[in-house]
């Protein structure tokens, strides 16, 4: 079987795409002074040997492995820092494999979970997974979300207890409703100092009392010592993301909230916090 035409030069389209890239990738090498521009022919377009080619093969393989170009630049020179930039290179590349991993994970916890339940901590999956469909609420998920964005895992699983009871309580659900609905009517309109104000207080108060109540009766802080016992391959993940105090988050999370619902929010910590004095049960996070 005869060979084809073996050419002594091929042009540069010809270049890049034996060496599986383009020509403005080559042109750029130019511009870098990492390849050699080759003599023009007659035409005016650059013709490329098998030097040339050898080279470009050897930056496209180091290329493809991650290493910057600067860097493939000092390897052809024998620099000796070359090592160091490796070194760097391979840390990051764990690191990179790592964050694919966290990703993988997370993304078949959101498929067992079948809501966006699974992208909160295992912790919190952990202890909501049981719950029937529709039993915990989109804006319970919501609450959650940010919870374990200010406080962490731990926080977000300890507020979980809340919602298991809710959706276990038809009463305490009830009533969870009705204070809702009275808390989004503390708009503009309403004086901070409306007496009203005072009594919805006071009424939330109590709920969550009762809330506390049911948690203590329950045995979720069990449940939850179980998982945390389980679940301590997972204790670096709270760490994840952009790390700053409870009292930074609370200052940069939005809340349209009237002087009559801050001054209403206040007198719940001040009316919990009496009452946690007075030696009644810890109120569960809100």
């Known amino acids: 079987m005869p ?4 050419p002594r030069r091929v042009k540069i389209g010809d270049a890049a795409a034996f060496a599986g890239t383009t020509p403005r990738a080559i042109r750029h090498y130019h511009a870098i002074g990492l390849l050699a521009e080759p003599e023009r022919g007659g035409d005016d377009r650059r ?3 098998y030097d040339d080619m050898i080279r470009l093969l050897w930056i496209r393989r180091m290329a493809d492995a991650g290493v910057p170009l600067e860097d493939i630049h000092a390897s052809f020179e024998g620099a000796t820092e070359v090592g160091q930039s490796l070194a760097r290179l391979e840390e990051s590349l764990a690191a990179k494999a790592a964050a694919i991993e966290a990703q993988r994970v997370a993304v078949n916890r959101l498929r067992e979970a ?5 992208l909160l901590s295992p912790l919190v ?3 909501l997974r049981e719950l029937p469909p529709g039993a915990l609420r989109s804006a319970d ?3 959650l979300l940010v919870t374990e964005r200010v406080f962490g895992p731990l926080g977000a699983a300890a507020q979980a207890h809340r919602f298991i009871v809710l959706a276990t309580h038809p009463e305490l659900r009830a009533e969870e409703d009705r204070l809702a609905e009275a808390e ?3 708009d503009d309109t309403v004086a901070p100092d409306a007496p009203g104000v005072e009594d919805l207080a006071a009424r939330r108060c109590a709920h969550e009392s009762a809330l506390a109540a ?6 979720l802080e069990e449940a939850l010592d179980a998982l945390l016992d389980r679940e301590d391959e997972h204790a670096g993940e709270e760490g994840a993301g952009v790390r700053m105090s409870a009292m930074e988050a609370v200052g940069r999370m939005p809340y349209d909230f009237s002087p009559a619902r801050v001054r209403y929010e206040e007198r719940v910590i001040e009316l919990l916090h009496s009452a946690d004095q007075d ?3 810890d109120p569960p996070a809100r």
């Open 184 to 186: 989004a009517a503390l």
């Open 279 to 281: 030696g009644d049960t």
């Open 125 to 127: 999956v952990g202890l």
């Open 114 to 118: 079948g809501s966006p339940l699974g």
């Open 214 to 219: 049911a948690i203590e009766g329950s045995g």
């Open 141 to 143: 998920l919501d609450t």
């Open 47 to 49: 013709r490329y040997g």
């Open 3 to 6: 060979f084809p035409a073996i």
